[in-house]
């Protein structure tokens, strides 16, 4: 392993198309935790209309790369498209260094912050037209570590966040996004595709998506292989796990948004604890995620998946009942064991439901979290509007019992008898 990635940092345009990953990653990890505190305190956006926000950029995300992912295949063009978003990620954190309007702010954040969304998915579609390899293999490999070098940026990436904010303050850190994009664009402009790249797009969805907490990495379609060809899965546990699966990411998205606010202005933190609990979580899901990764073919995973469930709930009771902020940096190794399982083990669960259709199973797992992830927006502002910080995480906890019942699937209709009998057997006792 040591020599292939030896071998890795000799392929032409691979170390700058590992830089351009890391200081991506770096630029959105260390904003979109500060961007919900932004709204509030700068714009003095209410609950409502942060979480309105939040999900119209969400939304503009995932529309524009669905649009990129689309012309990509069809027409090629990774470069440019790759460029356009970068600038219009650019463009859209320097515009935030003046506006403070509402009305104008989502504008800028559909039209700019939304479409630059869809930079890093395009970074990994650009690599797989610039890098000259002509073994699957060591595409494959290749692009697995550009994913895992996305990962580690969210380990340091809040803490230097919170460091940049305490310095220069919002302004300051928006200016060093747009730095950090503009310079990703100088990297990539001097850039080109290779005769012997492969034209086909990778995955939509990417490690260290900021539309969604779930940091998952899909593996190429054409890899894949059908674990069970002669198994079967009714429609109703399909559907079982894709709601399941939105579930967890709408709790999940919204934790995303709400925990920062609720650490500064509920508990009376500072965003640098605020950088130590997301730093702390992706710093303990690399090696969570290598086990996994290393056992998952032997483990039975829909009870991983429901375990993972019942931990999410136990995390979100934990932090709403917890005292003060030093009882909630460890939580965060709840929520890392949660990003784990559900990123190892969710997708190739999926599927295992539909082993005949291995590329819809994988788009129906990221369009799970994606819709949960627009979702929670307008959910967590209703709610943290009505019930308080505290009240959300109650009902995020309920959120996660569902997804826990889902995965699990009790025999409801054996439970419900024995109830019954149970009720009957009370208000008629024995003579």
């Not at 700019?112 to 990994?124: H, R, T």
């Not at 996305?150 to 220069?168: D, E, I, T």
């Not at 899965?233 to 709400?258: C, P």
Request: charged share 10%; net charge positive.
């Amino acid at each position: 392993m040591n020599k292939r990635l030896l071998n890795l940092v000799r392929i032409p345009f691979f170390l700058p198309l590992a830089g351009t990953t890391l200081m991506l990653g770096v630029a959105l990890s260390f904003t979109a935790p500060y961007l919900s505190l932004f709204s509030v305190e700068q714009a003095d956006m209410s609950p409502r209309k942060l979480g309105l926000f939040m999900t119209l950029i969400a939304a503009s995300g995932v529309v524009a790369s669905a649009f990129a992912g689309k012309w990509s295949d069809k027409h090629g063009h990774h470069r440019e498209l790759l460029l356009a978003a970068l600038i219009a990620s650019a463009l859209g954190f320097l515009l935030l260094c003046l506006v403070r309007d509402y009305a104008a702010l989502v504008a800028i954040g559909v039209a700019f912050l939304g479409a630059g969304g869809s930079a890093m998915s395009l970074v990994f579609s650009f690599a797989r037209t610039a890098l000259p390899i002509d073994d699957n293999a060591e595409r494959a490999l290749a692009l697995a570590t550009l994913r895992t070098v996305l990962s580690m940026a969210w380990v340091f990436g809040p803490s230097v966040g919170a460091l940049v904010l305490a310095a220069a303050g919002f302004y300051g850190l928006f200016l060093f996004a747009a730095a950090c994009f503009i310079a990703c664009g100088a990297i990539v402009w001097r850039m080109h595709d290779s005769p012997k790249g492969d034209p086909h797009s990778a995955p939509a969805h990417y490690a260290g998506d900021p539309t969604s907490l779930l940091e998952v990495t899909a593996p190429d379609t054409e890899e894949i292989v059908p674990p069970h060809p002669g198994v079967r899965h009714s429609r109703a546990e399909i559907w079982r796990a894709t709601v399941a699966m939105t579930l967890i990411g709408l709790a999940a998205s919204a934790t995303m948004i709400v925990l920062p606010l609720f650490v500064v202005h509920g508990m009376h933190g500072t965003r640098i604890d605020v950088s130590i609990m997301l730093g702390l979580g992706a710093f303990l899901e690399i090696p969570m995620m290598l086990a996994l990764g290393a056992r998952g073919s032997r483990l039975d995973k829909q009870r991983w998946l429901a375990s993972c469930a019942v931990v999410h709930l136990i995390y979100f009771i934990a932090v709403a009942a917890s005292p003060n902020v030093h009882f909630l940096i460890p939580m965060q190794a709840f929520n890392a064991f949660v990003v784990s399982v559900t990123s190892c083990l969710g997708m190739t669960y999926m599927q295992d439901l539909m082993p005949e259709s291995p590329g819809s199973a994988t788009a129906l797992f990221f369009n799970a979290s994606r819709v949960g992830s627009i979702l929670s927006g307008v959910l967590s502002g209703a709610l943290v509007a009505a019930l308080g910080y505290r009240g959300t995480f109650l009902v995020c906890g309920c959120i996660a019992l569902g997804a826990a019942v889902l995965f699990a699937n009790p025999p409801y209709k054996l439970i419900a008898r024995r109830m019954l009998d149970w009720w009957r057997t009370w208000r008629e006792p024995a003579r």
